[in-house]
């Protein structure tokens, strides 16, 4: 290769050089006034912030799971073995050919039966201590009868149990077995829980030793179940089982929120993912009565409640959902001389809205007799405020010719004069008026909505009827609209919307 080519080839790769560097210097200072211009898109105060700190979130004791919540509650679970005679029914015991007609004519109506025999039922259940001195809650539906009562804990200690005292009302009990320094669960506040908080179930199902199961709080103030009387129920899809009855809900915190008590099991009698526990704040009240006065005392209003439908709402004039509609005041009574009256409708008690009637039946019994609440109800139209003293619950509140046809919404329905014998005969109070239901028909819109035989319909429509002649009237005047009765049912009145076919 010449020289002369040589130099020529260093030229070029100085000149590439040269190039690459002078273009360089050109895109920097250009990117360097690109940054500063708006870009299409993007919005003049938005910017990307990068957090401080990018380390994930740390879960403390909760790095291995919910040990650290468990292990200190498990130990305050107890099982409970309590146990009752009974005596079994002999009939029941018979040979089947002892039933046979023949041979009872031959030997006997008493040949082959077998005397009662006493038998020992044995049950099972959880508890919890609530105490270190041994105090322990559970459902009274546990030791319900028990003429022995027995507490295993964890650490395999056996105790004799003394029932303190039981409101079968609420299904709590209260225990009491001698011990000290026992380990306990500390008593949280229900009224915070929510929907969707974790909870943990403890008990000792099917009686196989202390059992946890985790969900969340499907909802609160379950009631109109039909369990209990009074039903605030916490409603849980952690796994509730037989056996768990009296075990205890806690919180990620490891307070006991309830007291657990039932389950839906659809005929299976297992755990469907629909169980219920009894919220601590209904249950530290019942507790806190029976060990200082060995019963619970309630409040008491003396009003016959129902739920206010979309069809009785639409009725009373009333554009909103929820109340609770009074069917029926009993005289005499605290909601009597405060001067509530039929077809009124609660529609919050002490400024706090009602729901249903079993939200009011609850807070009403858990009011300390003697003290005033404030009633806010809806009446001809209208909101009234009215102040109620409440009492205490009395014992006693806890415990056909031819006739005339109907059509319309009534249709299949056959009523006649309300005499004073058919009065008596019903056991209903003096003074009673009304037209007497002789016959439904099983297929009309009245037996579909719980018209029965023997009820005393005594307004149509809001209008009074004493007899068959103003039943007859007030029916021509309601057409094939669905009508609203006033129905006396046993001596309590309330309110049914009938919807015509």
Do not use: C
């Not at 009725?315 to 009993?330: A, E, R, T, W």
């Amino acid at each position: 290769m010449s020289k002369d080519v040589l130099q020529i080839r260093r030229w070029i790769a100085t000149v590439v050089v040269l190039v690459a560097l002078a273009g360089g210097g050109l895109l920097a200072l250009g990117l360097r006034h690109w940054s500063s211009q708006p870009v299409f898109g993007a919005g003049s105060t938005a910017g990307i912030r990068v957090a401080a700190d990018g380390s994930p979130v740390s879960l403390g004791n909760f790095a291995n799971g919910f040990s650290a919540v468990l292990k200190p509650a498990l130990p305050a679970v107890v099982n409970i073995h309590s146990s009752k005679v009974v005596k079994s029914q002999g009939a029941g015991q018979m040979a089947p050919f002892f039933n046979d007609p023949m041979f009872r004519q031959f030997f006997g109506e008493q040949f082959g039966q077998m005397k009662p025999t006493p038998e020992r039922v044995q049950s099972l259940g959880s508890g919890v201590i609530v105490s270190p001195d041994g105090t322990i809650l559970t459902n009274n539906h546990v030791i319900d009868g028990a003429s022995d009562i027995k507490v295993y804990l964890s650490d395999k200690r056996e105790f004799q149990a003394k029932l303190i005292g039981t409101d079968p009302k609420t299904d709590v009990a209260v225990l009491k077995i001698e011990a000290r320094d026992l380990p306990t669960l500390p008593l949280g506040n229900s009224s915070s829980i929510q929907v969707g908080d974790l909870v943990f179930a403890i008990g000792d199902p099917f009686g196989i030793g202390e059992t946890a199961t985790m969900g969340i709080v499907s909802a609160t103030g379950r009631g109109g179940l039909g369990i209990e009387n009074y039903e605030d129920f916490i409603q849980t899809d952690a796994a509730i089982n037989h056996g768990n009855s009296g075990g205890a809900m806690i919180d990620l915190h490891g307070n006991l929120i309830g007291i657990n008590t039932a389950i839906l099991s659809n005929g299976g009698g297992g755990s469907q993912g629909v169980g219920f526990a009894i919220p601590i704040n209904m249950v530290r009240n019942v507790m806190t009565q029976l060990i200082t006065h060995g019963k619970v005392v309630r409040g008491y209003l003396g009003v016959h409640i129902q739920n206010v439908t979309p069809e009785l709402a639409k009725q009373f004039g009333l554009g909103q959902g929820g109340g609770v509609l009074v069917g029926d005041v009993s005289p005499d009574t605290p909601a009597a001389h405060a001067g509530l009256r039929k077809g009124d409708i609660i529609l919050a008690l002490n400024s706090s809205p009602i729901e249903s009637a079993s939200q009011l039946q609850v807070q009403i019994a858990q009011t300390t007799p003697g003290v005033p609440v404030k009633l806010q109800i809806w009446r001809d139209g209208k909101t009234e405020d009215k102040s109620v003293t409440l009492g205490e619950l009395p014992e006693k509140a806890e415990k056909a010719s031819e006739g005339e046809g109907s059509s319309g919404a009534l249709e299949g329905v056959e009523v006649q004069d309300l005499t004073t014998e058919i009065a008596q005969e019903l056991e209903l109070p003096g003074g009673t008026h009304g037209v007497v239901v002789t016959s439904v028909d099983s297929a009309s819109p009245a037996a579909a909505a719980g018209i029965n035989r023997g009820d005393v319909i005594q307004e149509v429509n809001h209008k009074p009827v004493a007899n068959i002649e103003q039943y007859r009237q007030a029916m021509a005047g309601a057409g094939t609209k669905p009508v609203l009765l006033l129905v006396n049912h046993a001596g309590v009145t309330s309110y049914v919307v009938i919807e015509p076919r």
